[in-house]
């Protein structure tokens, strides 16, 4: 079973990443896919989160297997963002995302952190304990990275 899928670089643009979505619907281990560097906008990533959440459904009563996204480096704005919170709002499972480089603004931050912080508070009322390791670019607000859990080094992962 695939677990780690990296297809950084490789320039799949919005069409590209539709049509990986929609095979990540159906697929029943990955646990990290990186998709940095792709040209991918808000259009994509919104194809994008729809397949991770219906994956997520049909996985462990709800939450997906999915726990590292990288999203580093593409065209991703302030819907894009806002679809990704949808997500993570969904309890996805999702445990490290990785947004540095695209143009998310403060609205975008802002969906993203309520999202992470509602869905803390979901597990902890379940009796689940994470901690949250959050960075911000604050000074242009493009660059986003989040861990949820224990923090490591991303280029270990690489």
Known sequence: NLTVLKLGYNNLGDAGVATLAAGIASHKSLNLLD???NNIS???IRALASG???AACKQRGGGGTLQTLYLAGNLIGEDGALAIADFIRSGSGLQKLYMTGNRIGGEGVKAITEAILEEEIS???SGEEQDIAMEADTTTST???MQLGETDNPA???
């Open 156 to 158: 270990e992962s690489m």
């Open 35 to 37: 998709l940095g560097f």
């Open 143 to 145: 660059g986003f990275g």
């Open 42 to 44: 808000d259009h994509g």
């Open 52 to 54: 991770m959440q219906e």
């Open 123 to 125: 597990r902890l009322g």
